[in-house]
């Protein structure tokens, strides 16, 4: 059963810097499509960025030039970093994993961009 565990959020100060960590239990190979979604109060939950088992990146618009997403196999996690971060990119995070035609969620972290 694959399992996905977040860490790392909080409380930020705009301009600050934040890592998301995404910990996935169980095994995964082969193909597989990672990413970090989040969902703000009243809004859809929206992808912020993708990597595949390929190494090949995506990113929302909004947070190109300032998050990061990598994965480390050898630790089964996936990592968020998150640089000059704004009031606007609070929200709920989400780990998603795609594998084998099933999708998987972590239950969420919290961040928050406040002065």
């Known amino acids: 059963q694959v399992q996905l565990v977040e860490s790392g959020g909080g409380l930020v100060q705009p301009g600050g810097s934040l890592r998301l960590s995404c910990a996935v239990s169980?095994?995964?190979?082969?193909?597989?499509?990672m990413g970090w979604y989040r969902q703000a109060p009243g809004k859809e939950r929206d992808l912020v960025a993708s990597i595949t088992s390929g190494g090949i990146t995506n990113y929302a618009n909004s947070v190109k030039g300032r998050f990061t997403i990598s994965g480390d196999n050898a630790k089964n996690t996936m990592y968020l970093q998150m640089n000059s971060l704004k009031p606007e990119d609070t929200a709920v995070y989400y780990c998603?994993?795609?594998?084998?035609?099933?999708?998987?969620w972590g239950q969420g972290t919290q961040v928050t961009v406040s002065s």
């Open positions: 998603w994993l795609w594998y084998n035609g099933v999708g998987y």
């Open positions: 169980g095994s995964i190979h082969n193909i597989y499509i």
